[in-house]
């Protein structure tokens, strides 16, 4: 039994790496395509052209070369649209989790650090963000201040904090009792100093796995908001506002919803794997 | 035990005051409500009339204790768009998203519970690794665009359902499916740590060895112990579910309390907008406090906690 337990192993290491290695390729094609969307996209992706409406992909009957993934209901180049998208998507990404990492960080880590009433709090503030309703809170928001990008980006980054508050507080807890913090203590450095230069930088790895969760959802939250029309407003190219607008004509052109479908479920797909393979890789890396 | 039950339910009543100011307050987010309900084409005289009409020109701690008392017995005001009182348009709208919530749970129960049990059976192979794998394509689902791929192929290809609306039962089923997407992943995980646990501890060794099948062993002494923390996550994400409906309820033009309240917000509809988003928090709470009380009498270390 050894025998074939063995090389089993070793496959599914290298598998677990494999998945890993797809999700950095996924994520780093991506922000490629995102950065280099002007000089990548073949046409301009707000040009309409109502002559040229919901032409099918290239490898479907009817499709053409010019435009490859087809047309939407406007006769707007759908990959163009799709590469415009990318950078949606990336920066609501990028910028929620850095909002919502500082308000969660700051907060798991103070109630880490000083416990007691401190903690209390913090856990009390975290137990009222879980009761709200997300979705609805963030429909709420967005519908009363207005949508644009930023908007959506700062009610996203003010919901999504829970994660990194509830990580960086046990990890914190679990480093606050530490020699090396008790060496600070004792050479008389200052909280703030402690705090940042001597908690942070040892429970950043866990952090990472965090951000890697919370930037999907926060991609899949946007998508969702533009979905139900009141998030990155058109004509935009967000992939929740392109299935938005797609929806009315899916049942004869379906393609209008499967292309930013299938690019936002590879992107997060993506995000998830790369943070799972980098839980596995800092977890080996840990002691224990 | 009764001090843990009572701290545990005081905590609830401090987060159920603190959600009603959060939902008082986020309709105030513009700064003036009268200006959003009037709508872009408003004139000024037509905003002054809208905030003497809704009585909004008094002062705010006035506006949020009179909602707030008028709540707290159940009255949440009416709507300006049905003209008719709050509480009746969700009363009629909340069996709708209880049953599609239930339902989600339910066939969410039903695929991760064996899968989780399987994956811990064959710990570490590569049954294990696809079940892991599946998890996280579930994960990375959008649910809207889920519900539209799920309306083309099983309504329309294959018309086994219908595609939209509940007149027959039967329409749960696509919202179901879709609502269980998003607990799918970590209750799966969460049974199969917990089956993995329970497999390795020393009474399921001692059960081993007086010669028990797997079966009996596994179904009988190992779910009963990997249960209980699923039982808690499960009231949790019906929590969520249930919240997280409001997208479902959209596509699907199931007229439950998410699609009232997206209609709300779409159309300024603020009294009813604050009272469905206190309404899903205080379930949200409620569900959880029940899923503790629910822990600390059946599990006793939990007790002296």
Redesign the interface.
């Known amino acids: 039994m050894s025998i074939t337990v063995l090389p089993?192993?070793h496959?599914?290491l290298a598998?677990?790496h494999v998945?890993a290695l797809l999700g950095m390729l996924i994520v780093g094609a991506v922000l490629l395509v995102a950065i280099f969307a002007p000089h990548l996209a073949p046409h301009d992706p707000f040009a309409q052209d109502l002559n040229l409406r919901l032409v099918p992909p290239e490898w479907m009957d009817g499709g053409s070369a010019l435009h490859p993934l087809g047309t939407d209901q406007l006769g707007r180049d759908y990959l163009s649209r799709l590469m415009y998208g990318a950078r949606i998507s990336m920066t609501i990404g990028i910028f929620t989790v850095i909002t919502s990492g500082l308000i969660g960080i700051t907060l798991g880590v103070l109630g880490g650090y000083f416990g007691g009433r401190v903690d209390d709090m913090v856990m009390?503030i975290v137990?009222?963000r879980?009761?709200?309703?997300?979705?609805?809170?963030a429909?709420?928001?967005v519908?009363?201040?207005g949508s644009s990008l930023t908007v959506v980006i700062l009610t996203l980054g003010l919901l999504l904090w829970e994660r990194f508050a509830v990580v960086s507080r046990t990890t914190t807890m679990q480093v606050r009792n530490l020699d090396y913090i008790a060496a600070a203590q004792a050479a008389g450095a200052s909280r703030v100093h402690i705090l940042l230069r001597e908690v942070l930088p040892n429970i950043l790895t866990h952090l990472v796995v965090v951000a890697t969760l919370e930037m999907?959802l926060a991609i899949?939250l946007e998508?969702?908001l533009s979905?139900?029309?009141?998030g990155v407003p058109p004509p935009l190219p967000s992939w929740?506002l392109m299935?938005a607008e797609g929806?009315d004509y899916?049942?004869f052109s379906?393609w209008v919803?499967?292309v930013p479908?299938i690019a936002?479920?590879?992107l997060?797909?993506g995000i998830?794997?790369l943070g799972?393979g980098l839980r596995d890789l800092l977890g080996a890396a840990r002691p224990q | 035990m009764l001090r843990f039950l009572l701290r545990r339910a005081v905590l609830a009543l401090l987060v159920c005051l603190t959600v009603l100011v959060i939902s008082f307050a986020l309709t105030r987010l513009s700064g003036d409500l009268a200006i959003s309900i009037a709508g872009p084409n408003a004139t000024a005289e037509d905003v002054a009339t809208i905030r003497k009409n809704y009585r909004l020109d008094r002062p705010l701690p006035v506006q949020f204790v009179e909602w707030a008392v008028h709540a707290a017995e159940g009255d949440f005001g009416s709507s300006y768009l049905y003209h008719a009182p709050v509480a009746g348009l969700i009363k009629e709208r909340l069996p709708i998203t209880l049953t599609l919530g239930v339902t989600g749970l339910l066939i969410a129960l039903i695929v991760s519970i064996p899968l989780g049990i399987i994956a811990a059976m064959r710990e570490g192979s590569a049954i294990d690794k696809a079940i892991t794998l599946l998890a996280l394509f579930g994960q990375a689902m959008p649910s809207f665009w889920l519900s539209l791929v799920l309306i083309i192929w099983l309504g329309l290809k294959l018309q086994l359902l219908p595609l939209s609306g509940v007149d027959t039962w039967d329409g749960y089923i696509m919202p179901g499916i879709v609502l269980a997407f998003s607990a799918i992943p970590a209750l799966m995980r969460l049974t199969r740590a917990g089956m993995i646990d329970a497999l390795s501890s020393d009474y399921i060794r001692t059960a081993r060895a007086k010669g028990l099948s797997t079966a009996k062993i596994v179904l009988k002494h190992g779910l009963r112990n990997a249960a209980m923390p699923v039982v808690s996550v499960a009231a949790v994400q019906l929590g969520f579910m249930l919240g997280g409906s409001i997208v479902i309820e959209a596509v699907f033009a199931l007229h439950g309390v998410g699609y009232l309240a997206w209609e709300s917000i779409s159309k300024n509809d603020f009294p009813v907008v604050q009272a469905v988003v206190l309404i899903l928090a205080i379930i949200y709470i409620g569900l959880t406090l029940t899923a503790d009380m629910m822990n600390a009498v059946l599990d006793p270390r939990l007790r002296t906690a």
Do not use: E, Q
């Not at chain 1, 879980?130 to 809170?137: D, E, K, R």
């Open positions: 089993a192993r496959v599914l598998m677990r998945a009390f137990t009222c879980l009761s709200i309703p997300l979705i609805l809170v429909l709420t928001v519908a009363l201040i999907a899949l998508a969702a979905f139900l029309g009141l929740g299935i929806k899916m049942f379906p919803i499967m479908g936002l479920f590879v997060v797909l998830n794997l799972d």
